[in-house]
């Protein structure tokens, strides 16, 4: 999530880049441009991921295995 500022912020900003000599403004725009670029694409796939885990034990056996390596936390530490 990116930081949303009000119209009179933004016309701010355009009155102080406005003044900017025509290549800097190019550069700015392709820098605006490919920072709006879709950010999420990150080229992997839950097809990408299927069949990742590789494992000979069935989900029982793997939940029983899960359960038996909790930690019970407790609250009072004695010093």
């Known amino acids: 999530m990116g930081l949303a500022i009000t119209n009179k912020t933004i016309e701010k900003y355009f009155s ?3 003044k900017l000599d025509n290549r800097s ?6 820098k605006l441009t490919e920072s709006i670029a879709d950010k999420n694409d990150t080229g ?3 097809r990408d991921l299927y069949g990742a885990w590789e494992d000979s034990r069935d989900s ?8 038996n390596a909790r930690v019970e936390k ?4 004695e010093l």
């Not at 403004?25 to 392709?30: G, N, V």
């Not at 407790?74 to 530490?77: Q, S, T």
């Open 16 to 18: 102080f880049l406005s």
């Open 74 to 77: 407790r609250d009072n530490i």
């Open 44 to 46: 992997v796939t839950l």
């Open 60 to 67: 029982d056996e793997i939940i029983k295995e899960i359960k």
């Open 25 to 30: 403004k190019k550069k700015l725009i392709i």
